[in-house]
């Protein structure tokens, strides 16, 4: 069993945080960043009338639920293989109390660093986060810092490629790829567990992607879409590492994720949901209204990555040279988009929306000169026109629908982009134009500053994507306590 937080009021949070000691188990020492440290101060930033997704941290869950010890999928046997030897039974709880306590200590640091506004560490920082574009940036800098030293992952060694340890590195389901090997063969060398049980946090490192590419394609009919293939590979790889080691049964899959930029990556665990309620999906496909839980998963990015290169050109323009208000170019996947073009579509020398660009027209050039850049969901809610923009120095207009930003534990997207609802498409000139220019200034400033947390580094970097991703597992990590 473990204890993940319920609903409680959060003025009632920060008088306990200050009052618990540091040794403290009880409910509220279990407030990690950022579902505890962050949440009230994050409350205290947000006007009362804001919506349901801008007061998450304000509606988490925060009482402990007993959840049923299973062994994989097949339980009634594997729950006799893995729980006979009394010599494993004592290794593990000895682990488990090592790490829990490393775990302790930081959520210690975290409250600390909130309540003295300053951060500690024993490294010099060559970056500090500091500024509006953090919803608290003392809690995340300090975060952030708690994660580099202590967090230790393990990254699964079964299975084959090109299943299981790859996957695409370009082109928009690049990060799956990418992420993978970087953890498992470069930034691994920080993060990795020597051995399982010193692990905080486990990764299944399968590849959804490869996984349709290989196994699914050529697609030539509708039932060639249905998931049954997709849901058997992952339950058996589950099943395997289950069965193997005593770590899925610990916390119930609550401390294993995985991550993935294909638009089927929501459906990985469909076939059983109950059983894997409680694992975490790194998803740039972040819907909420198609079972994204922004309480368990977090959102990734989607990152259009070119063919040997990790970011496209920066054509960004300064302020004064951006001429073009708004500009989107791309196909019309979607109800989102249809509506889109048929306001804006070749009707507005001001809002610049493109199907298809004509020659001679560069797609980057034209973001680099445009003030907004208009980034509609598609078929699925994520695009990487966002992190298109962003890149290039313009103010992304966010156009959805149940779409739970990437990074936004952490990050406050209002100070860096525009969020327009899909029933105001035909008003995005109005509400544009009505920013005050000194505003525009202050979202160019701070898109330049978000940037740092997008970039593609190979070797990562401290505070780029791949570490914002580990950071988002780590938050996820910290909020939860297992028994020892």
Not at 233 to 254: C, E, H, M, T
Request: proline letters at 6%; glycine letters at 4%; hydrophobic letters at 35%.
């Amino acid at each position: 069993m473990f204890r993940r937080q319920l609903k409680v009021d959060t003025r009632s949070i920060y008088k306990n945080i200050q009052k618990m000691p540091n040794g403290s188990s009880k409910g509220y020492c279990l407030l990690g960043f950022p579902f505890g440290v962050l949440l009230f101060l994050v409350f205290s930033s947000f006007p009362m009338n804001e919506s349901p997704h801008q007061q998450f941290f304000s509606s988490l869950t925060l009482s402990s639920s007993l959840l049923d010890h299973t062994n994989a999928l097949q339980s009634s046997s594997s729950t006799s293989s893995l729980s006979n030897s009394p010599t494993i039974s004592i290794k593990k709880r000895s682990n488990l109390e090592r790490r829990e306590e490393e775990l302790r200590k930081a959520r210690v640091a975290i409250r600390r660093a909130v309540k003295l506004k300053n951060y500690t560490s024993n490294e010099d920082m060559t970056y500090i986060p500091t500024g509006q574009i953090y919803r608290n940036s003392f809690a995340f800098h300090q975060s952030h810092i708690e994660m580099m030293k202590r967090f230790k992952v393990w990254s699964y060694k079964e299975g084959d490629q090109p299943l299981v340890h790859d996957g695409p590195v370009n082109d928009i389901y690049g990060i799956e790829g990418q992420f993978i090997d970087e953890l498992e063969n470069v930034m691994g060398a920080r993060f990795r567990a020597s051995q399982p049980e010193e692990a905080h946090a486990f990764f299944l490192p399968f590849s959804v992607a490869n996984i349709v590419h290989y196994i699914y394609k050529p697609i030539t009919s509708p039932a060639d879409f249905n998931r049954a293939r997709l849901h058997r590979i992952f339950n058996d790889y589950v099943d395997v590492v289950a069965r193997k080691y005593p770590l899925w049964n610990q916390s119930n899959g609550a401390d294993h994720f995985m991550v993935s930029c294909h638009d089927w990556a929501p459906d990985v665990p469909g076939s059983k949901p109950e059983f894997f309620k409680d694992f975490i999906r790194g998803l740039c496909n972040a819907n909420t209204s198609e079972g994204f839980k922004p309480n368990i998963d977090f959102s990734i990015p989607e990152i259009n990555i070119p063919k040997g290169k990790l970011k496209p050109p920066f054509m960004g323009q300064n302020p004064e040279n951006r001429t073009i208000l708004a500009f989107f170019a791309g196909r019309a996947h979607g109800y989102i988009r249809e509506i889109l073009f048929s306001y804006w579509k070749g009707k507005d020398k001001d809002i610049q929306v493109y199907d298809n660009l004509t020659k001679g027209q560069n797609y980057h050039e034209l973001i680099g000169h445009s003030k907004f850049c208009l980034c509609p969901s598609g078929y699925e809610v994520a695009s990487p026109r966002e992190v298109e923009a962003i890149y290039s120095g313009c103010v992304p207009v966010v156009i959805s629908d149940n779409y739970s930003l990437p990074f936004n534990d952490v990050l406050d997207w209002s100070k860096f982009s525009v969020a327009i609802p899909v029933k105001q498409i035909s008003e995005i000139k109005k509400i544009l134009q009505e920013i005050p220019h000194d505003k525009y200034l202050q979202m160019h400033k701070n898109v330049m500053k978000v940037r740092r947390h997008f970039m593609v580094n190979r070797p990562a970097q401290p505070f780029d994507v791949f570490h914002m991703i580990l950071h988002s597992v780590w938050l996820r990590r910290l909020n939860i306590k297992l028994p020892s």
